[in-house]
Structures are given as C-alpha cells and as structure tokens.
C-alpha cells in the first residue's frame, strides 16, 4: 500500500472515530427532547381530562335545572364544597346565557304596557358576539295612532326615517326589526372599536365619529419607521363590517402590494380588531 493510501486510510478512521463519540451526545440530546415533548402531551392530556369532566358535570347540572327537580346526579355532589358551589354558579350562568340567546333571536323585544293600556314600552337589547350590550327603550302611544312619545335611541339613529320606510303603523314587528338591525350593528361597531383600543394598543385610533361608521388608524410597520394610514367607512349603518377599506403610506408601492391587498380583504370580511390580530401574527403590522 502506498503512502497516501495509508494515509487516506488513517484520515477515514479518524472521521469515523469522531462520528462514533458525537453520536452519544446526540442520542442523548435526542432523548432529552422526547422527554419534554412527551411531558408537554401528558400535560395537554391532564388537562382536556379535567375540561371533558367539568364540562360533563356542567351538562348533569344543567339537565337538572332545566327539569326544576333535583336528580340523583346533583345529589352525588358535595353541597359544602367550594368546587360544587362554583360549578353550580357556572351551570347557572351558562343557562341564563342560553335563554338571553333564545330570547334575542326571536325578536328580543320586553313589551310593556303603559298608561292602563294607551301605550306600550318596548325594550331592544343589543348584543354582539354573545356579549349583550346596552338595552335601548321606546314608549309607544297606540291611539289613535301609532306615534312614539318617549325613547332613548341615539340622535344618530334616524328613527323617523325608520318609522316611514317601514309603516310602523301596518307593520310595527318590521319596523322594531329594522330599528333593532341598526341598533345592533351601531353597538356592534362601538364594540369593535373598545375592543381595538384595548386589544392593539400600537394602533392609534386616528378618528372616529359617534355613529362608529368612520374609523381611521395608525398602523406601524415592524422593523421598519413607515407608518400606514388605514381608513375604514361603514356606510351600510345596518351592518358590523365596513363598506370600503383604503391605505395611505409614504411608500406609494404598499398598499398595491399582495401582501396589503390580503390586508384589504381581511379588514373588509372580518371584524376590525379580530383582522388586526392576523394582521400582527402575519407581521404585517407592530
């Protein structure tokens, strides 16, 4: 054997005397990654474990108030304990949601009568996204006429207009649901826009008016000084999503770019606070 072959030779035994010592300390580093995964999904599975057995002793509970008696499942539970007393107070609240649920997709409308018959009080309650908002009220004189008297309802809600367009007097059951349609969607965007204050505290809130159908914010670009300026009009008063979405930046090229135009999108199709989120996540914006 030549000399560069002996050498070639002992050069290959040492590159794989190397590999040999490295491969342990890999193993093991392995092994220690297994280890944290494996603890991370013991602790996913103890978890989903205690949601599925608080969920189900929620279902007993309600089951049981639903009926109005006492079953044999809410007499399994301890009546002291802290836990029993807690997952009653769930169970009550989730019910009590349900029936604010039920009461506001038929209609949501508290009808009371007034003045021994003359009138009646109509509540509307808004909500949005399961969250109820504020309660708004309207006194109605039933003769001769249809006419309202008394009301809460924001100066900015064409009440008038409403009344018209609707025939309040042939058809008042169209004319709350047009009423309540606005109020909904005005309280729906003055939620939006607390929840943005209070969700994107590096977006600020240039302007916005009282009827929440214009809003303008400030956007930072991550690592970058440019700012974008985001205007959004709601000239649908009767929706929660704005009718036109437009861009302004010192980089005239931006707003044209793939990348804005899925911004664009994202704010027309979905709630401004819940776009700006994703906006973030994609890191599109500070």
């Known amino acids: 054997m030549s000399a560069k072959g002996v050498l070639g030779h002992l050069s290959l035994l040492e590159v794989q005397a190397r590999s040999l010592k490295t491969q342990p300390q890999q193993q093991q580093s392995r092994v220690k990654e297994l280890k944290v995964k494996v603890e991370e999904l013991i602790t996913q599975r103890d978890q989903l474990r205690a949601e599925i057995q608080t969920h189900q002793t929620l279902q007993k509970l309600r089951t049981s108030m639903d009926k109005q008696c006492t079953d044999e499942e809410d007499e399994e539970m301890n009546e002291d304990s802290e ?128 009827l929440c159908s214009v809003l303008v914010l400030m956007f930072t670009l991550p690592r970058e000084k440019t700012a974008v300026l985001c205007m959004l009009d709601y000239t649908d008063h009767t929706r929660c999503l704005p009718t036109r979405v437009s861009f302004e930046s010192e980089d005239k090229k931006l707003p044209e770019s793939p990348q804005w135009k899925k911004n664009y999108n994202l704010l027309m199709e979905t709630p401004v606070h819940k776009a700006l989120i994703t906006m973030k996540k994609m890191g599109n914006i500070a």
Do not use: W
Request: proline fraction near 3%; hydrophobic fraction near 40%.
């Open 83 to 210: 836990n029993s007393q807690f997952l009653r107070l769930m169970a009550r609240h989730t019910q009590l949601k349900d029936l604010l649920h039920a009461h506001h997709l038929i209609g949501g409308y508290d009808i009371i009568k007034t003045r021994q018959g003359k009138g009646v009080c109509v509540s509307l309650a808004t909500a949005y996204e399961g969250t109820y908002l504020d309660m708004f009220n309207l006194e109605i004189d039933l003769k001769p006429t249809l006419r309202i008297c008394r009301h809460n309802i924001p100066p900015f809600i064409p009440l008038n207009s409403i009344a018209e367009q609707s025939n309040m007097q042939t058809d008042i059951r169209a004319f709350l649901d047009t009423l309540s349609q606005h109020l909904n969607a005005f309280a729906g965007r003055k939620h939006q826009l607390k929840l943005v204050k209070e969700l994107h505290k590096s977006v600020e809130v240039m302007e916005s008016n009282v």
